[in-house]
């Protein structure tokens, strides 16, 4: 049974960081692409960084350029968000997700594996 399991989510005020991690059973993930997503309320599922499956090659939505960053430890089946400098428009649920490719697509429904998402809320 495949299972991606995301952890980290918090309240954080305003400038503050996290760190998220999405744990992957079930599957080889170290072949695999990885991103992550958030979804505000109201608002649509939106990729926020994605990594390729050895992590040489990352993407990342304007809005959190220089501020996240995405790695992975295949050794340990796990993908990471590090959040700095939190702002109240990244309140959102986020959501690790993979696909049965080596290279990641910004497209949701592209993936083939999802986590049930962490809630991460920014006080301004």
């Known amino acids: 049974q495949v299972q991606l399991v995301e952890s980290g989510g918090a309240l954080v005020q305003a400038g503050g960081s996290l760190r998220l991690s999405c744990a992957v059973s079930?599957?080889?993930?170290?072949?695999?692409?990885g991103s992550w997503f958030r979804q505000a309320p109201g608002k649509e599922r939106e990729c926020v960084a994605t990594?390729?499956?050895?992590?040489?090659?990352?993407f990342y939505t304007d809005s959190v350029k220089g501020r996240f960053t995405t790695s992975r430890d295949n050794a340990k089946n796990t993908m990471y968000l590090q959040m700095n400098s939190l702002k109240a428009e990244d309140t959102a649920v986020y959501y690790c997700?993979?696909?049965?490719?080596?290279?990641?697509?910004?497209?949701?429904?592209?993936?083939?594996?999802w986590g049930q998402g962490t809630q991460v809320t920014v006080s301004s």
């Open positions: 997700a993979a696909l049965n490719r080596i290279y990641p697509t910004k497209v949701a429904a592209e993936y083939d594996y």
């Open positions: 079930g599957l080889t993930f170290s072949n695999r692409a």
């Open positions: 990594i390729n499956w050895r992590g040489s090659s990352t």
